[in-house]
């Protein structure tokens, strides 16, 4: 059975930094892909960044320069650098894993963890 269990989040002021970390367990991580994905109450949940089993990365227009994915194959987690945080930011963020190209499609994610608490204040 693949567990995913995502870990640090919390609150911050606006323009701070936070790192989310996922850990993987039951799977190889390295041929997974994997993706961040966060939902706010009454919206749809968004792909926020992914990565690909060949290290290829994208992000949502709204984080790019601002949040890095990058994993530690060695650790089996995932991980997402978030810089300059902004209120809009704010929401739960979900680690996810599946079978597909790694695009920030939640429907080509089998796995997901259950979820962590990011709260930016102004």
């Known amino acids: 059975e693949v567990r995913l269990v995502e870990s640090g989040g919390g609150s911050v002021q606006a323009g701070g930094s936070l790192r989310l970390s996922c850990a993987i367990f039951g799977y190889t991580y390295a041929t997974l892909s994997m993706g961040w994905f966060r939902q706010t109450p009454g919206k749809e949940r968004e792909g926020v960044a992914s990565?690909?089993?060949?290290?290829?990365?994208r992000y949502a227009d709204s984080v790019k320069d601002r949040f890095t994915i990058s994993r530690d194959s060695a650790k089996n987690t995932l991980y997402l650098q978030m810089n300059s945080l902004k209120p809009e930011d704010t929401a739960i963020y979900y680690c996810?894993?599946?079978?597909?190209?790694?695009?920030?499609?939640?429907?080509?994610?089998?796995?997901w963890g259950q979820g962590t608490q990011v709260t930016v204040s102004s």
């Open positions: 990565i690909d089993n060949s290290g290829t990365t």
């Open positions: 996810a894993g599946g079978y597909g190209l790694g695009t920030l499609r939640q429907n080509e994610y089998n796995y």
